[in-house]
């Protein structure tokens, strides 16, 4: 039997656009693994160290860095965020998908990252909310964060927006059953590229 390595699915957009619920469900259903990323954010409420990131001190994120730990690490919202090469690596090696939600700087360094077996495996998808009014409610609905946490995040996700265009898929949220549909869709049609066929 044929088998294959796996893909590096990297799915960015604003707060509030969704990605992250559809990332975790497609981990959920056994589809792909997570990548758990590395924060110097503090936890919010219900968050779990090592479920939901590791959640690390700025000292500790920076002497991953030094150590050579991240495949790509960036600056968001005025914290550290990264991603360990050991969430990644080994998982496409043995033909694991790893679904990866990551900002669009953070993507920006996988997708000129030289190493092969990165290039090959990765897809990009960007994920925008239907309208500025129900990005804004999002947001808002969250409850989780302060009046000046959202307005920072209402103007960093307009400018983030402006980036979807690098990206080789865009997603606009719609239900969250037809978004889902939609990106299993798309990890579904990759699984048959012949490229990754061995
Ligand atoms: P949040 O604090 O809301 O969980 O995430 C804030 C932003 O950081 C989101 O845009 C999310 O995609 C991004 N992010 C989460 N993990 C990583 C990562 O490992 N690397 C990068 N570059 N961005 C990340």
Redesign the pocket.
Known sequence: MTSRTGILLLV????GSG??TLCRRLADEDEAHY?I???T?APREGEIDGKD?HFLSKDDFKSRIDAGEFL???E??G?Y???LKSEVLDYLAKGTDVV????V???N?VRSCPDSQIKTAMIDLFVMPPSEEELRARLTGRGTDAEEVIALRMKNALE?MKHWPEYSYRLISATREEDYLNFKSLIIAERLRVSRLQ
């Not at 960015?12 to 707060?15: D, T």
């Not at 990866?100 to 900002?103: G, K, L, V």
């Open positions: 960015s957009g604003p707060s990605k992250t990548s990323s590395c924060t954010r990131y790509e690490h960036a968001v919202h914290n965020y990264g991603t990866m939600d990551i900002d700087q953070g993507a360094q983030e």
